[in-house]
Nanobody, 116 residues
């Protein structure tokens, strides 16, 4: 059974950095396009970043461009989200998603709180 487990969230001061990880199991990881989403309290879930199967192409929400970097290690079945210059408005639960035609899996989420 496919499973995604996020880790790396926590409390950080504005301007700080965090690296989120999402470890996949039970699926052929390198065949899945991977995304990071986030959901703040009272708001809809929004797409943060995406990466293709080989890692050759990435895309980002305008709100995080230049601050966040998505990457993947297919040998470790893991996708990462490096978050720099964090702002209070980045506070949210962050989720990873694995998708390919006919299949989509979500992780349980990890909380990121940016506050002084």
């Amino acid at each position: 059974q496919a499973q995604l487990v996020e880790s790396g969230g926590g409390l950080v001061q504005p301007g700080g950095s965090l690296r989120l990880s999402c470890a996949a199991s039970g699926l052929f990881f390198s065949s899945y396009y991977m995304n990071w989403y986030r959901q703040a309290p009272g708001k809809e879930r929004e797409l943060v970043a995406g990466i293709t199967t080989t890692g050759g192409n990435t895309n980002y929400a305008d709100s995080v461009k230049g601050r966040f970097t998505i990457s993947r290690d297919n040998a470790k079945n893991t996708v990462y989200l490096q978050m720099n210059s964090l702002k209070p408005e980045d506070t949210a639960v962050y989720y990873c998603k694995a998708r390919r035609t006919g299949y989509a899996y979500w992780g349980q989420g990890t909380q990121v709180t940016v506050s002084s």
